[in-house]
Structures are given as structure tokens and as C-alpha cells.
């Protein structure tokens, strides 16, 4: 019943910019939180950006001030604005929505809903 599409993944060089965006959709009665995490090879995902229903934003330490989450809650949608980016940025970046919705008649409460994943690579 729930979906999120995440897009703006690609190849960049050092210092270039990206922008991932993702849009949850389906049976959402509302969204509590929305970020993105990241896994590298070899790594444990790990959190990068948060924001919560009430617009407050959680970062790593790795991209504090390289990286700034937002949102659109009439879309429903997250976004991710990526700048002066590192090879050590490099991972699959997952879309997570903590939401409440209802699924074939129950309401789930706080349920967790991850994107397919995109990939970001910075590389020379």
C-alpha cells in the first residue's frame, strides 16, 4: 500500500552536487519522520539526515554542513541536497519514512517503510 521512489542518484566528481528526492505514496495517514541512510561496501547503514514532523533535523557528523534535508508535506516527499561531496560519500542512499497507514483494514502505527535504494558515486 506504501511506496517510496527515491530518484537523483548518479555518478559525480569531487565537490559536485547532487539532489535525491523521495516521494512517499499510498495509504499514508500521516508521516512522523522522514531520512535517508547510507551503505557503503563493507559498512553498516548508517544514519545521514532526519527531519521530523515538525520541520527539526537531525545530520552525521560526516555532513554537517555539506548536506541539508528538507521536505514538502503536501507531497509528501523528502529531498536531500548534497554538496561539496567526497569520495567517502559514496553508498547506496535509502529513503525511510516512519508513518502511520492502513493496510488491508489495520492501521499500522510508527511502521518503518524503506526505498529501493539509489546509488551515489563520487569519483575522479
Not at 28 to 50: C, D, H
Request: net charge positive; with cysteine.
Amino acid at each position: 500500500q506504501v511506496q517510496l521512489v527515491e530518484s537523483g542518484g548518479g555518478l559525480v566528481q569531487p565537490g559536485g552536487s547532487l539532489r535525491l528526492s523521495c516521494a512517499a505514496s499510498g495509504s499514508i495517514i500521516s508521516i512522523n519522520a522522514m531520512g535517508w541512510y547510507r551503505q557503503a561496501p563493507g559498512k553498516q547503514r548508517e544514519l545521514v539526515a532526519g527531519i521530523d514532523s515538525g520541520g527539526r533535523t537531525k545530520y552525521a557528523d560526516s555532513v554537517k554542513g555539506r548536506f541539508t534535508i528538507s521536505r514538502d508535506n503536501a507531497k509528501n516527499t523528502v529531498y536531500l541536497e548534497m554538496n561539496s561531496l567526497k569520495p567517502e560519500d559514496t553508498a547506496v542512499y535509502y529513503c525511510n519514512a516512519k508513518l502511520n497507514a492502513r493496510y488491508s483494514g489495520t492501521i499500522y502505527s510508527n511502521y518503518d517503510y524503506w526505498g529501493q535504494g539509489t546509488q551515489v558515486t563520487v569519483s575522479s
